[in-house]
């Protein structure tokens, strides 16, 4: 062997060494840039990510065959520090398919060498490995000390393919007393700090998504009373102030259809509310309804001498499908704007568009045009949902990831009741629509609220009438095992039975009496005596509230009465409700759907 190529042990340790601190920084670096800033440990992922991490990380991989010195043929390398990390980061496939394209990079490209074969399989082992690890274990996928582990065994295994299949065995036994030990420890401790640098960037993620969805609700909060009203001169002006007072940018205004309602900040010398629309991108996103961030005065499109407005951030306000304004940051050169900002308006401008629909809620009969729907428009309770607006504002501070996710599911519940005059929708959205109402009660009563949801395969898209379940579902919570100390559970079940739906929702709550179960199934609530059985009476005062059993609040004609005379007037008589109920039993509402009638 020449003895230039043979570099002492601790030389190739301080070589190692100091490219991997390099391979980190650059690794890290990639790591905290868009789309990559999305994509995290565990998650579902979209192909083109998860194709986007096996290219990366293989990248990582051949880069780190090239962080050593050539020995004897061979690279002492940093392979390993690669694909064991993106095994523990993005799983199985990713592993895999970083392992494949190193292993195939040193095997078929590189060097080749007497030693290519070994080291490209115990390459691929090692992302495979890993791989299995996370998807096994997945508390451990960003275990810094699952990964010194993963690199001790993962590189040990490898010194030991080089002595089993490279030939001739002395030059391979010479190799691995060379670079064995370097290559062990550097890999393993590379691949420890590798992932824990990760851990700490999605950490600065979380801690940055936490900061900015504080922000949202703390805005909210302040500018729901105001909203409420609209959007007027007078909700613009006062939001603008909150916001311009919450996010410390350079100016705020709001838009409303090709009016300036609200200018607070830089520039409000020439952008005066009550005048027309100055600047050509803000006219743009009104008419696109895309969210615009522009960053430089010309494309701004402010025709004033002397503007300081430098970038801006644009996002249309709705309505619906209508687009009814714009929420617009600006930055000016001592006060730039970010990415950041523009997350944080879009998801203001979101939350605005929910509230002003909101507002509409409490007007009955004014969003649905199907009478049966406008009734059930009626039963959301604003204290449902101010109480829900202040559950999720507790959780600000304790417990922020939640908070979002609840707001989340608010606003998912609340444009789902304010899209309900389609004829028919799948089951799955009715579901959806159901879990994001418990999710908000749950969040609000604890585990005075239990849930099942059985949804038999091949049901999910069954058509049904829209706001046909989750109504009942709320009677069983509000009206059935909240009446009760302990709470109780409601179970919700649907599954195919030839051509027809068949549904339940059942309550281990207060249950009911026959007065009210009459009440509800009769076809017609204006003389319920017509109704019922021989011998059995209404109650004294049937029209008025109780507030222990299922349906007794619901008799003037608005929630299961009402889902019950729909299915009648849609499907005929025989389609009925079926309640089973006794007082202190619990409830069982059940009916069915014929697939044919919704074709």
């Not at 440990?41 to 096996?54: D, E, I, K, M, N």
């Not at 007497?114 to 390459?123: E, N, R, V």
């Not at 743009?284 to 430089?296: I, K, N, Q, S, W």
């Not at 004014?366 to 009626?378: P, T």
Request: contains cysteine; hydrophobic residues 45%.
């Amino acid at each position: 062997m020449d003895p230039i190529l043979s570099p002492h042990v601790p030389e190739l340790f301080i070589t190692l060494t100091q490219r991997f601190g390099l391979l980190l920084a650059g690794g890290f670096a990639i790591m905290t840039f868009a789309p990559l800033d999305k994509v995290g440990p565990g998650r579902s992922r979209p192909l083109w990510a998860t194709a986007l991490l096996v290219v990366m990380f293989g990248l990582f991989g051949i880069l780190g065959t090239y962080t050593g010195n050539f020995v004897f043929q061979s690279f002492a390398n940093l392979r390993a520090m690669g694909v064991i990390t993106a095994g523990l980061f993005g799983g199985p496939v990713v592993g895999a398919g970083a392992g494949i394209i190193a292993a195939s990079h040193r095997y078929l490209i590189d060097v080749g060498g007497f030693s290519a074969l070994p080291c490209g399989l115990a390459t691929l082992s090692e992302g495979v490995l890993a791989g299995l690890v996370a998807w096994r274990f997945p508390e451990r996928r960003l275990d810094w000390a699952t990964a010194l582990a993963l690199g001790l065994i993962g590189e040990t295994y490898h010194m030991g393919l080089v002595l089993w299949l490279a030939e001739p065995f002395t030059e391979a036994v010479e190799l691995v007393r060379v670079i064995s030990l370097p290559m062990i420890l550097i890999n393993a401790m590379g691949a420890a700090l590798f992932v824990q640098a990760l851990r700490l960037q999605l950490h600065f993620r979380d801690l940055r998504d936490s900061t900015q969805a504080r922000q949202i609700l703390s805005i909210a909060n302040q500018t729901l009373i105001h909203l409420r009203s609209g959007l007027t001169r007078t909700s613009a002006q006062a939001t603008a102030e909150i916001i311009l007072a919450e996010t410390h940018v350079a100016a705020v205004a709001l838009t409303g259809g090709d009016m300036v309602l609200a200018h607070e900040g830089a520039g409000a010398d020439h952008h005066l509310a009550g005048f027309h629309v100055r600047t050509m991108a803000t006219r743009r996103v009104a008419e696109t309804g895309e969210p615009l961030f522009v960053r430089d005065r010309d494309s701004i499109g402010c025709r004033q001498p002397g503007c300081p407005l430098t970038d801006a951030i644009i996002v249309p306000l709705r309505k619906g499908g209508q687009i009814l304004g714009c929420l617009k940051l600006y930055g000016t050169k001592n006060r730039p704007l970010d990415q950041t900002r523009f997350e944080l308006a879009k998801g203001l401008a979101d939350l605005f568009s929910t509230q002003i629909e909101l507002e509409e809620i409490g007007i009955k009969n004014q969003l649905i045009a199907r009478a049966e729907i406008r009734r059930l428009q009626a039963q959301i309770n604003p204290h449902f949902l101010f109480n829900s607006l202040n559950t999720v504002a507790s959780f600000c501070r304790t417990a922020p990831g939640q908070a979002r996710d609840l707001i989340l599911d608010l606003a998912r519940y609340m444009r789902r009741n304010l899209d309900s005059s389609r004829g028919a929708i799948r089951l799955s959205e009715e579901l959806e629509q159901v879990r994001s109402y418990l999710v908000i009660e749950q969040a609000r009563f604890g585990d005075r609220i239990r849930a099942d949801i059985d949804l038999a395969p091949g049901t999910a898209d069954w058509l049904i009438p829209p706001l046909l379940i989750q109504p009942l579902v709320e009677n069983s919570v509000r009206h059935g095992i909240l009446a009760r100390e302990e709470g109780g559970l409601v179970r919700l079940s649907a599954h195919a039975d030839g051509d027809h739906l068949l549904v339940a929702v059942e309550d281990d709550g207060a249950g009911m009496d026959d007065d009210t179960r009459y009440a509800i199934l009769a076809p017609d609530a204006s003389d319920l005596s017509l109704h019922m059985p021989p011998g059995v009476q209404p109650a004294p005062h049937a029209g008025q509230t109780r507030v222990n059993t299922v349906g007794e609040s619901l008799r003037d004609g608005i929630g299961a009465r009402n889902c019950n005379q729909r299915l009648m007037q849609m499907y005929g008589p025989s389609y009925a409700m079926r309640i089973d109920s006794e007082p202190g039993r619990g409830t069982r509402i059940s009916f069915r759907i014929p697939r044919q009638q919704l074709q």
